[in-house]
């Protein structure tokens, strides 16, 4: 037997493999914005179970979804620079293994979330993953709309953890919906900018590979950022937050939409585009915090 494919340091890296192989960053996303909608529906939680299974649910289809995407796209992940060290182009697992654990986790998140919450968040969760690799997975290929397709996916998982909650979805979750949906227009646009290159060298055709200027990219963007502060407003529109939420989300749409409009400038736009993603970045969680709080407080 082949001592190093038993010795410690194999099996830690072996680990970190597969660790890799289910975007732990991206994965804690979709379970931060899960938990957002069970909490803004349900600032204190009843059961325990409820809320664990949420987590370990959405936790394990975020993976599981992860993993299976790396799975049907490893071909042009091998072609990209920002992919070609992914665990499976490199060889470090076997796309076998990697399309078992995928399949895997998604079965046992949806068992969980039917058997522990409701069967209204086990099918969101199901949509999620069939959104994500049954339609935007294979839209990257084909469609010009395949950034706003994938905005569909990744916005389901606010509607998970409302679902547990409630049993149902009604106005706030789906106005959470529309948050994640438009704060993904921008955030991605201005990562496709950034590797445009990389897309353009496996035939994306999302809009940043078409439009070699980067008008019509940083134009897309602003809309969708007008449209999500729009957006974030109508909790407080519609009576489900109060002022003190307007005015933070007011002062967080206002940053965001200042990056937005630089990005128009055609002078400096890569620097810019990188401001407009770390702000991106930093905006999502003040604004759902803001919203988590305010109900808390009010609840």
């Known amino acids: 037997m082949n001592a190093d494919a038993i010795s410690p340091e194999r099996t830690k890296s072996r680990f970190a493999d597969y660790l890799e192989l289910t975007k732990p960053r991206l994965s804690l996303l979709s379970v931060l914005t899960a938990l957002v909608g069970y909490f803004a529906y349900r600032p204190y939680p009843k059961v325990a179970v409820e809320l664990i299974a949420v987590i370990l649910g959405t936790s394990l289809a975020a993976a599981g979804v992860a993993a299976l995407n790396q799975w049907m796209e490893h071909e042009t992940d091998a072609k990209m620079k920002r992919t070609a060290d992914r665990p499976i182009p490199t060889g470090k697992i076997p796309s076998g293994s990697a399309f078992v654990l995928g399949t895997l986790c998604c079965i046992a998140a949806l068992g969980i979330l039917m058997a522990k919450t409701n069967g209204f968040a086990a099918l969101f969760t199901l949509l999620t993953i069939i959104s994500y690799l049954g339609w935007y997975t294979p839209a990257k290929r084909s469609s010009y709309f395949s950034t706003e397709i994938g905005a569909v996916a990744g916005a389901f998982p606010p509607l998970i953890g409302w679902a547990a909650a409630e049993g149902g979805v009604t106005t706030l979750g789906w106005i959470l919906f529309g948050v994640l949906f438009f704060w993904q227009i921008p955030h991605f646009m201005a990562i496709a900018w950034l590797y445009r290159k990389d897309y353009s060298a496996v035939?994306?055709?999302?809009?940043?590979?078409?439009d070699e200027g980067g008008g019509k990219v940083a134009l897309w963007s602003l809309v969708n950022t007008v449209a999500l502060v729009v957006v974030t407003a109508l909790p407080w529109w519609l009576g489900f937050a109060t002022k003190i939420y307007l005015g933070a989300t007011l002062v967080f749409g206002a940053f965001f939409l200042?990056?937005?409009?630089?990005?128009?400038?055609?002078?400096?736009?890569d620097v810019s585009a990188r401001?407009?993603?770390?702000?991106?970045?930093?905006y999502l969680p003040l604004q759902l915090g803001a919203l988590v709080a305010d109900r808390t407080i009010n609840f």
């Open 203 to 210: 035939n994306f055709p999302m809009l940043p590979v078409r």
């Open 258 to 269: 200042w990056k937005a409009i630089v990005f128009l400038k055609p002078e400096g736009r």
């Open 275 to 282: 401001k407009l993603f770390l702000t991106s970045i930093a």
